[in-house]
């Protein structure tokens, strides 16, 4: 064997393909601590294709609010509920969370959360024009008061 193919270790040949495979892992793993490689690998397949369908068509596909759920769980741990449960999407630790998700197609930057919802915690996640994640977690009483049925967030305005 070529020495372009790979490396020879304890009596067998290691591919470059194999070596640099574990290296983008790590990567991974460095980026989403929080998550196993096969999620993480899943939720970057899945940005790849969104952006090879808008290359394509020049449409986005309507998957934000699963991309941003999907984000929270390998960036921060979020730990999801069953789908359809009401209140809130998942939890970290004793918080309970709600996700909101903006994707590049929307007009603004402003999010909107039922004030009857059952979350402590509302984590924003922002997704670029060139599919680059963003987020911002905002404790529930940062939110304004006010009586409406939904209370009302811009991007500009959440806390860091």
């Known amino acids: 064997m070529d020495t372009s193919d790979g490396i020879w270790d304890d009596g067998e040949w290691i591919s470059w393909d194999w ?7 790590q990567e991974l793993k460095a ?41 929270a769980e390998i960036k921060f741990g979020l730990v999801r509920h069953v789908p359809g449960t009401q209140g ?10 709600e996700v909101k998700t903006i994707s590049p197609e929307k007009g603004n930057d402003t999010v909107q959360v039922k004030r009857a919802g059952n979350f402590n915690k509302l984590l924003v996640i922002r997704i ?3 599919f680059e994640f963003e987020a911002k977690m ?23």
């Open 19 to 25: 070596i640099n495979s574990q290296l983008a892992d």
């Open 31 to 71: 980026e989403y601590p929080q998550a196993p490689i096969e999620v993480i690998q899943i939720f970057e397949e899945l940005v790849n294709s969104a952006q090879e369908y808008k290359a394509a068509t020049g449409r986005y596909l309507q998957i934000w609010g699963e991309l941003g759920e999907l984000y």
């Open 88 to 97: 809130s999407d998942g939890r970290l630790g004793n918080d309970w969370v």
């Open 128 to 130: 670029s024009e060139e």
């Open 138 to 160: 905002i404790d529930r009483k940062n939110l304004k008061k006010g009586k409406g049925k939904y209370a009302k967030l811009s991007w500009e305005s959440a806390p860091e």
